[in-house]
């Protein structure tokens, strides 16, 4: 015990009663304030707290995009003090089309894609609120939720969203918190309107009102059939199995692929995948069907490969005509995550903050007893603004009554307030609005507009008060809402129409592809800043200087090749990677990123790129001096990761590579320090990975290039009029691992042969 301690400021218990206190602590904020979403608004707090930070920096969707970082700062610094990375995770997931049925942020920039790629740093991307966010948001300043103080009492934050938009079931929820967790699907939203809009009627024909509607499980799955997820697929699921998951809030659903057979001809066929369960990543999924098939684990399947765009397209294609395409699908929904089973537990928070696990028509009274709710508060809130306008009102119009007295006592009375009040009759609010009008406000005109904005108010008034008073009122009122809101997202929108099929599969529609690669002649570009592109034909020089680039780009590499050709990439980092042709964006605007291709790591660049033809032999060197000579057979990647083949240092680059011609006897090497060293092709090893050997020693510098040469014909460089040769060497000739002289004259000033 401290010296400072005082004896009472110490308790005694046992560990047990210590532990169980504090881990109880912490499992009760789990469930309620990061795991459970609210049945209300369908959010958890870090959601919730985003979209509030949002319409506070006033990204409406009709507004402009503001940094994702932006956004993040405000969450944590004023009402989420969590990590950023976390924080930025659940905004990227609310604005991800593929995991959110209906998107509530517009994200723009790289949000990360079915295939599981992560989106880009948040100082990258930019965000703002959609229209179904704004629906969430709708009203809520006008008193129709409460709001608490935030963690350091310096902001409040809404404790639950006003919600006209049915969140919990439209775009679902998963969480897991300390002994209990919960799986709520997206549904589709037109549905869910059906539903409580039959809700609402049946409810006024009883008693006890819509919360505790009696409508039958069996007649909401008439409404609801099942969820719909934002990949689509198709639900197979038993339809007392559904009514059942419904009825208890527990439950699967079982969901697969959607597919197509396209004809081929000749009797042959493959399978078109165009729609793949939720939640499963597109390139994993493949890669695991591909292993099972190396495996020889689905003997009924030939080939897998994916030419997806942006939209899923997975061929597959069998291993015989014979094959039937429905045995072969079976077989791989029983084997792969073709199909796959979602999860239903509607464990949710109530309006108490309790959690509990739900049914489907529990959920849905859940949600209209809130928007009830929402309603009374704000016509109550509308109703006391109405009230102070028209007292308001009422003294503009005493003034405009008695205008030359209210202008005198103004003019000439040391306290006007306290004299009007009690020479009129009026409260203090009125006083306060005639002595803050202004002069302009006295015209005959005004006094005509007052009278008339004050007959409007009474009418809505009156209305309100029968809102307030009449339940009947109230519901159709929420009814006409849901009116609304299925008109906005009905079946025949974009968003709204249903993407997850019910039942059977659909019937087969043919999308012809081409069966294999044609060979024609394309003309690979590749600029300075890393876009490439294959033009139709093979092009001139002429036709390639005229070539049009991005801003601040120009050409870099250029070559001829055939769509069936494969393309070789060598990179600073030491890498070979291999891209098909046929597989590189046309010609006619500026192409791609060659990253989105291969997975070349940021922080290095493209040493050169060239046309495989096999049998070839390579030099390749790093700027540390060392290198070996490579056959180009050996260099082929398999992967978008490539293949290591020269070792390079953690601060060293790969910088050289030149084919090796036929007869050639020596290598002709060049640093920084424009010194030149030409040694026998002998004193370098043929490896297929490695470091190599030395090349050329540096004082100062670094190797710049390299050339294997015939020496009788001299070593080449290229120069502003053409290539030039030098045939006369014998002053830098000399052994590998030398320094070299100086470079003869004429050598380009790049210290580069080409």
């Known amino acids: 015990m401290s010296k400072h301690a005082k004896p009472e400021e110490i308790r005694e218990t046992r560990l047990a009663e210590a532990l169980s206190e504090r881990y109880l602590s912490y499992a009760l904020s789990t469930i309620m304030s990061r795991s459970l979403p609210d049945v209300r608004d369908g959010l958890k707090p870090v959601h919730r707290r985003l979209l509030f930070a949002m319409r506070q920096l006033k990204l409406d969707p009709a507004s402009g995009y503001k940094k994702c970082a932006r956004?993040?700062?405000?969450?944590?610094?004023?009402?989420?003090?969590?990590?950023?990375?976390?924080?930025?995770?659940?905004?990227?997931?609310?604005?991800?089309?593929?995991?959110?049925?209906?998107?509530?942020?517009?994200?723009?920039?790289?949000?990360?894609?079915?295939?599981?790629?992560?989106?880009?740093?948040?100082?990258?991307?930019?965000?703002?609120?959609?229209?179904?966010?704004?629906?969430?948001?709708?009203?809520?300043?006008?008193?129709?939720?409460?709001?608490?103080?935030?963690?350091?009492?310096?902001?409040?934050?809404?404790?639950?969203?006003?919600?006209?938009?049915?969140?919990?079931?439209?775009?679902?929820?998963?969480?897991?918190?300390?002994?209990?967790?919960?799986?709520?699907?997206?549904?589709?939203?037109?549905?869910?309107?059906d539903?409580?809009?039959?809700?609402?009627?049946?409810?006024?024909?009883?008693?006890?009102?819509?919360?505790?509607?009696?409508?039958?499980?069996?007649?909401?799955?008439?409404?609801?059939?099942?969820?719909?997820?934002?990949?689509?697929?198709?639900?197979?699921?038993?339809?007392?199995n559904i009514v059942e998951a419904y009825k208890n809030g527990r439950g699967s659903f079982r969901l697969r692929a959607k597919y197509e057979v396209e004809k081929l001809g000749q009797g042959q066929y493959q399978i078109i995948i165009t729609d793949i369960p939720f939640q499963v990543q597109k390139s994993r999924l493949i890669e695991k069907t591909a292993e099972l098939l190396l495996a020889r684990k689905l003997p009924m399947l030939g080939d897998i490969r994916d030419e997806s765009a942006e939209d899923v397209r997975i061929v597959l294609e069998p291993k015989s005509r014979n094959v039937e395409p429905e045995m072969l699908m079976e077989h791989l929904f029983r084997e792969t995550d073709?199909?796959?089973?979602?999860?239903?537990?509607?464990?949710?928070?109530?309006?108490?903050?309790?959690?509990?696990?739900?049914?489907?028509?529990?959920?849905?009274?859940?949600?209209?007893?809130?928007?009830?709710?929402?309603?009374?508060?704000?016509?109550?809130?509308?109703?006391?603004?109405?009230?102070?306008?028209?007292?308001?009102?009422?003294?503009?119009?005493?003034?405009?009554?008695?205008?030359d007295e209210v202008i005198r006592i103004i003019r000439e009375e040391d306290e006007?307030?306290?004299?009007?009040?009690?020479?009129?009759?009026?409260?203090?609010?009125?006083?306060?609005?005639?002595?803050?009008?202004?002069?302009?406000?006295?015209?005959?005109?005004?006094?005509?507009?007052?009278?008339?904005?004050?007959?409007?108010?009474?009418?809505?008034?009156?209305?309100?008060?029968?809102?307030?008073?009449?339940?009947?009122?109230?519901?159709?009122?929420?009814?006409?809402?849901?009116?609304?809101?299925?008109?906005?997202?009905?079946?025949?929108?974009?968003?709204?129409?249903?993407?997850?099929?019910?039942g059977a599969p659909p019937s087969i529609v043919i999308v012809p592809i081409e069966a294999m690669i044609d060979k024609e002649p394309v003309t690979v570009v590749y600029s300075e800043k890393g876009w490439v592109r294959a033009a139709k034909g093979h092009l001139d020089d002429t036709a390639i200087e005229t070539m049009k680039f991005k801003d601040g780009d120009k050409l870099k590499f250029w070559l001829h090749a055939e769509t069936t050709d494969k393309i070789i990439v060598f990179a600073t980092n030491g890498r070979f990677y291999t891209v098909g042709a046929d597989k590189l964006p046309g010609g006619r605007g500026?192409?791609?990123?060659?990253?989105?291709?291969?997975?070349?790591?940021?922080?290095?660049?493209?040493?050169?790129?060239?046309?495989?033809?096999?049998?070839?032999?390579?030099?390749?060197?790093?700027?540390?001096?060392?290198?070996?000579?490579?056959?180009?057979?050996?260099?082929?990647?398999?992967?978008?990761?490539?293949?290591?083949?020269?070792?390079?240092?953690?601060?060293?680059?790969?910088?050289?590579?030149?084919?090796?011609?036929?007869?050639?006897?020596h290598i002709a090497v060049i640093g920084t320090n424009r010194k030149l060293l030409v040694f026998p092709i002998s004193e370098v090893p043929e490896m297929t990975r490695g470091k190599g050997v030395i090349l050329q020693r540096y004082k100062d510098g670094h190797l710049s290039d390299a050339q294997a040469f015939i020496l009788k014909e001299g070593v080449t460089w290229k120069t502003g009029s053409g290539m030039r040769s030098e045939a006369d060497l014998k002053a830098w000739q000399g052994k590998r691992a030398g320094a070299g002289l100086v470079k003869p004259k004429g050598f380009p000033s790049n210290n580069r042969f080409s």
């Open 195 to 240: 539903a409580m809009t039959h809700m609402i009627k049946t409810a006024k024909h009883t008693s006890d009102g819509v919360a505790n509607s009696k409508v039958t499980f069996e007649k909401l799955v008439d409404l609801v059939p099942g969820p719909d997820f934002p990949t689509g697929g198709v639900l197979v699921e038993a339809r007392e």
């Open 590 to 665: 500026h192409g791609e990123p060659i990253r989105l291709m291969i997975d070349i790591p940021n922080g290095h660049e493209v040493v050169s790129i060239m046309k495989h033809t096999g049998g070839r032999r390579f030099l390749v060197a790093a700027d540390t001096g060392h290198g070996f000579i490579v056959a180009e057979d050996e260099v082929i990647a398999q992967t978008k990761n490539g293949k290591q083949i020269l070792n390079v240092g953690a601060n060293a680059e790969a910088t050289a590579i030149s084919e090796v011609p036929d007869g050639a006897d």
């Open 338 to 403: 073709f199909e796959t089973r979602i999860g239903l537990n509607l464990n949710v928070l109530n309006k108490d903050n309790i959690p509990g696990v739900m049914s489907l028509r529990e959920a849905l009274s859940a949600f209209l007893a809130h928007r009830e709710d929402v309603l009374v508060r704000g016509a109550s809130h509308r109703l006391g603004k109405i009230e102070h306008r028209l007292e308001v009102l009422g003294g503009l119009l005493a003034a405009y009554l008695n205008l």
């Open 416 to 502: 006007p307030k306290q004299l009007m009040m009690k020479a009129f009759d009026l409260t203090d609010v009125q006083v306060e609005a005639i002595l803050n009008m202004r002069l302009r406000q006295l015209r005959k005109l005004e006094e005509m507009e007052i009278r008339k904005e004050e007959a409007e108010l009474r009418k809505e008034r009156k209305e309100l008060q029968s809102l307030l008073k009449d339940e009947g009122k109230r519901w159709k009122t929420i009814e006409d809402e849901i009116k609304e809101l299925k008109q906005a997202f009905g079946p025949k929108t974009e968003l709204g129409r249903r993407r997850t099929e019910i």
């Open 71 to 193: 956004v993040v700062g405000d969450v944590i610094g004023k009402y989420h003090p969590h990590g950023d990375q976390s924080v930025y995770d659940a905004l990227v997931r609310l604005a991800q089309d593929f995991a959110q049925r209906y998107p509530l942020v517009d994200g723009q920039g790289n949000f990360g894609n079915v295939d599981g790629d992560n989106a880009a740093a948040m100082r990258y991307t930019e965000s703002r609120l959609t229209q179904t966010a704004w629906l969430l948001l709708q009203g809520i300043d006008e008193d129709t939720v409460d709001f608490r103080d935030t963690y350091d009492g310096e902001e409040s934050e809404p404790v639950v969203l006003p919600a006209a938009f049915p969140n919990l079931l439209a775009n679902g929820s998963n969480g897991i918190a300390v002994g209990m967790a919960t799986s709520v699907p997206p549904h589709n939203v037109a549905e869910l309107c």
